[in-house]
Structures are given as C-alpha cells and as structure tokens.
Nanobody
C-alpha cells in the first residue's frame, strides 16, 4: 500500500523557520516528490519539487531563496526546509508523489498520483 506520511509544521513567527518531512512507503515508481500548499479560499499551489533520481529541484518564485527541498533516497524521505517565513506562507502543506509521465517536472497538482495527509503551517506577523 502506497503511503506518504508527513511530519513537521506548526506555528511560527514571521522570519522564523520550520521543516516539513514526507516519508514515502509502498511499491510505487518514485519519479518525483513535490510540495504544494493550499490557503483558505485559494487553490492548491505548487511550492517545490525534487526528482527522485538525479536530485533535480524546482521552486515556485514566491518561495525561491527561502525554501529548500531535499531528499534521502535510502530513507525514502523528502524534506522541505522553510526559512524566512512570511504570513502569506500560511497554508496547509501537502507532499505528493509523481509516478507517471516522461518528465520528472510538473507544477500541476493533477500530475501527482499520491498525496500526504497535509500539515498546517501558520506564520504570525
């Protein structure tokens, strides 16, 4: 059974840091892991992505330079280090696994096949 289990998140003041983790398990083709977020009343948006092999990364412009995605293939773990957090970063964050397609990259949520349970990140001003 495929599972993505998230940990981390919470409440932090503006300028602070948080780390999210996503542990993947189960028999699926791990092409890439992405992080998305969804704020109340808004659509789910792409945050960052990591190719499972090769270590290629991609970031949304809104978080570039503040967030870093990294992975540990042996542990099947992908993390999102978030520094310099802003109130507008407040959202529920989801990790997701992309298993199909020719390219590792996609910023579109519907290209991802499996999703974590979501983790609340709240940044106070």
């Amino acid at each position: 059974q495929v599972q993505l289990v998230q940990s981390g998140g919470g409440l932090v003041q503006a300028g602070g840091s948080l780390r999210l983790s996503c542990a993947a398990s189960g028999p699926f083709r791990r092409k890439a892991i992405g992080w998305f977020r969804q704020a109340p009343g808004k659509e789910r948006e792409f945050v960052a992505q990591l190719s499972w092999t090769g270590g290629l990364t991609a970031y949304a412009d809104s978080i570039k330079g503040r967030f870093t995605i990294s992975g540990d293939n042996e542990k099947n773990l992908v993390s999102l280090q978030m520094n310099g957090l802003k109130p507008e970063d407040t959202a529920v964050y989801f990790c997701a696994a992309k298993t199909k397609g020719n390219s590792w990259y996609s910023s579109r949520a519907y290209d991802y096949d499996y999703w974590g349970q979501g983790t609340q990140v709240t940044v106070s001003s």
